[in-house]
């Protein structure tokens, strides 16, 4: 019989997205035109209710505002207002909308009416635009749990102010993408996948590797791939976006999964064993599946009760090995990328029975069916099995080789008599010492059973 035991062993990832577009559900208290393209909204400050307004060149700016009111005061600060003595900005009004048109970057704007104001702040992108010029892999993280950037880029912090005067960043969004082999589970196999993900923190001062934040897990690169930056989705909104390339990047990290199956002869006594604990000879077949040829070497070893060193040492994907003496077993399987310093282990515990062997001494064959009518042997951890059944004049009558079967009390198709019959029982436990058990069964019967089915001895 077979019995199925999975260990496996991985990460799960998720894609992170981000957007420098507001969201649908949300309010434009101020409408900003003009510059090169549409301006963006860059940031909603809900808390603070300020927006934030890229806008790609000043020529042509002009923020609206529409109320109720045919009559607005436009007013505009540096770095916090000034409500008791506000600088004020001259507009044009039509109807119940103002427009103002000398916008200047680095300011925040305001229309005063009333507690409840609202804020708009202006940045000219076009002075901030990311350029990159020099893009590679830096050496300040290992390799084999993640990867980071360095490299030469105008990335100057574009920041607005609070109408509480506290200054605030704009987050950019940037997108990195490579080739690298996710796990399928359903099919135990690796599979390509390009990877695309953004994240709105500096391309050189992140580590990009799997984490259990969503929007901060990168999948480990598990192939040679290309890796590209592109940025920002600012820079992609006005058309002016700019991408850095390392076109080969030699892979470094390890992934391992592993499977574990184990086939048995017979269940013995022990059907219910705690698991990781099966009775010999068992029959294992272990399965590791790595990212080759990345991971270029996979190492199996088992050690037997505490040993320091392997019992068995096998270079494959592949280990089929037979369990047949008694004791503890650790089973690891190692796996390494073709530099030798990334390295992936699991490991696996498994348990060998003592030999056990119990004889009935007396069965009730065609009595009472599926109750006592089987002359079997109670087992556990038993090999190379051997059984014969014999009459009081030697004639054998019965021969089984499988401990989980045993003699109906029959012979040529009949019942046997009610009597002695006598058993020869050898096999070998799993100390590898070979056993020999004789005795004597007895057969009982009852005088319904049918006599016509009797063998005369």
């Given at each position: 019989?077979?019995?199925?035991?999975?260990?496996?062993?991985?990460?799960?990832?998720?894609?992170?997205?981000?957007?420098?577009?507001?969201?649908?559900?949300?309010?434009?208290?101020?409408?900003?035109?003009?510059?090169?393209?549409?301006?963006?909204?860059?940031?909603?400050?809900?808390?603070?209710?300020?927006?934030?307004?890229?806008?790609?060149?000043?020529?042509?700016?002009?923020?609206?505002?529409?109320?109720?009111?045919t009559?607005?005061?436009?007013?505009?600060?540096?770095?916090?207002?000034?409500?008791?003595?506000?600088?004020?900005?001259?507009?044009?009004q039509?109807?119940?909308?103002?427009t103002?048109?000398?916008?200047?970057?680095?300011?925040?704007?305001?229309?005063?009416?009333?507690?409840?104001?609202?804020?708009?702040?202006?940045?000219?992108?076009?002075?901030?635009?990311?350029?990159?010029?020099?893009?590679?892999?830096?050496?300040?993280?290992?390799?084999c749990?993640?990867?980071?950037?360095?490299?030469?880029?105008?990335?100057?912090?574009?920041?607005y102010?609070?109408?509480?005067?506290?200054?605030?960043?704009?987050?950019?969004?940037?997108?990195?993408?490579?080739?690298?082999?996710?796990?399928?589970?359903?099919?135990?196999?690796?599979?390509?996948?390009?990877?695309?993900?953004?994240?709105?923190?500096?391309?050189?001062?992140?580590?990009?590797?799997?984490?259990?934040?969503p929007?901060?897990?990168?999948?480990?690169?598990?192939?040679?791939?290309?890796?590209?930056?592109?940025?920002?989705?600012?820079?992609?909104?006005?058309?002016?976006?700019?991408?850095?390339?390392?076109?080969?990047?030699?892979?470094?990290?390890?992934?391992?999964?592993?499977?574990t199956?184990?086939?048995?002869?017979g269940?013995?006594?022990?059907?219910?064993?705690?698991?990781?604990?099966?009775?010999?000879?068992?029959?294992?077949?272990?399965?590791?599946?790595?990212?080759?040829?990345?991971?270029?070497?996979?190492?199996?070893?088992?050690?037997?009760?505490?040993n320091?060193?392997?019992?068995?040492?096998?270079?494959?994907?592949?280990?089929?090995?037979?369990?047949?003496?008694?004791?503890?077993?650790?089973?690891?399987?190692?796996?390494?990328?073709?530099?030798?310093?990334?390295t992936?282990?699991?490991?696996?515990?498994?348990?060998?029975?003592?030999?056990?062997?119990?004889?009935?001494?007396?069965?009730?064959?065609?009595?009472?069916?599926?109750?006592?009518?089987?002359?079997?042997?109670?087992?556990?951890?038993?090999?190379?099995?051997?059984?014969?059944?014999?009459?009081?004049?030697?004639?054998?009558?019965?021969?089984?080789?499988?401990?989980?079967?045993?003699?109906?009390?029959?012979?040529?198709?009949?019942?046997?008599?009610?009597?002695?019959?006598?058993?020869?029982?050898?096999?070998?436990?799993?100390?590898?010492?070979?056993?020999?058990?004789?005795?004597?069964?007895?057969?009982?019967?009852?005088?319904?059973?049918?006599?016509?089915?009797?063998?005369?001895?």
């Amino acid at each position: 019989m077979f019995m199925e035991i999975s260990r496996r062993f991985h990460l799960l990832f998720a894609i992170l997205s981000l957007t420098c577009t507001l969201p649908a559900q949300q309010i434009e208290y101020y409408k900003v035109t003009g510059g090169k393209g549409t301006p963006v909204l860059a940031d909603d400050n809900s808390n603070n209710r300020i927006q934030v307004y890229l806008v790609h060149g000043m020529e042509n700016v002009q923020i609206s505002y529409t109320s109720s009111s045919t009559s607005h005061q436009w007013c505009r600060y540096r770095t916090r207002p000034d409500l008791n003595n506000p600088e004020r900005v001259s507009a044009e009004q039509n109807g119940t909308t103002s427009t103002i048109t000398d916008v200047e970057d680095g300011y925040g704007y305001y229309v005063d009416e009333g507690s409840m104001r609202r804020y708009v702040w202006i940045i000219d992108y076009g002075k901030y635009a990311f350029d990159i010029r020099r893009f590679d892999v830096s050496q300040e993280i290992d390799e084999c749990v993640g990867i980071r950037f360095e490299g030469d880029a105008d990335l100057e912090d574009m920041i607005y102010y609070t109408p509480a005067g506290a200054p605030e960043k704009v987050k950019r969004v940037f997108e990195l993408s490579y080739e690298t082999l996710i796990w399928d589970d359903a099919t135990k196999s690796f599979s390509p996948e390009r990877i695309s993900k953004t994240f709105d923190t500096h391309p050189f001062a992140t580590s990009f590797m799997p984490s259990s934040s969503p929007e901060r897990n990168f999948p480990l690169i598990l192939t040679d791939t290309e890796i590209t930056l592109t940025g920002d989705m600012f820079a992609r909104h006005f058309g002016v976006e700019k991408s850095a390339t390392i076109p080969f990047y030699e892979a470094k990290a390890v992934e391992l999964y592993c499977d574990t199956a184990v086939a048995f002869y017979g269940t013995g006594i022990d059907a219910d064993a705690p698991e990781g604990e099966l009775q010999a000879p068992a029959y294992v077949t272990f399965r590791a599946y790595a990212n080759v040829p990345v991971a270029s070497l996979i190492t199996w070893k088992i050690f037997k009760d505490e040993n320091t060193s392997p019992d068995v040492l096998f270079n494959a994907e592949e280990l089929v090995y037979t369990f047949d003496r008694e004791g503890k077993y650790k089973i690891t399987v190692e796996t390494s990328n073709r530099s030798g310093n990334c390295t992936e282990e699991n490991s696996f515990d498994i348990s060998i029975t003592e030999t056990f062997m119990e004889i009935p001494n007396a069965f009730s064959p065609g009595v009472t069916p599926g109750i006592n009518d089987i002359f079997r042997v109670r087992y556990k951890s038993v090999m190379n099995f051997r059984g014969s059944i014999f009459n009081r004049w030697g004639t054998e009558l019965f021969r089984w080789t499988d401990p989980s079967q045993g003699w109906d009390g029959k012979y040529g198709g009949k019942y046997v008599p009610a009597g002695a019959y006598y058993y020869l029982i050898e096999y070998t436990g799993t100390d590898g010492r070979r056993r020999v058990k004789k005795g004597d069964v007895n057969v009982f019967r009852t005088r319904r059973t049918d006599t016509k089915t009797d063998i005369v001895e």
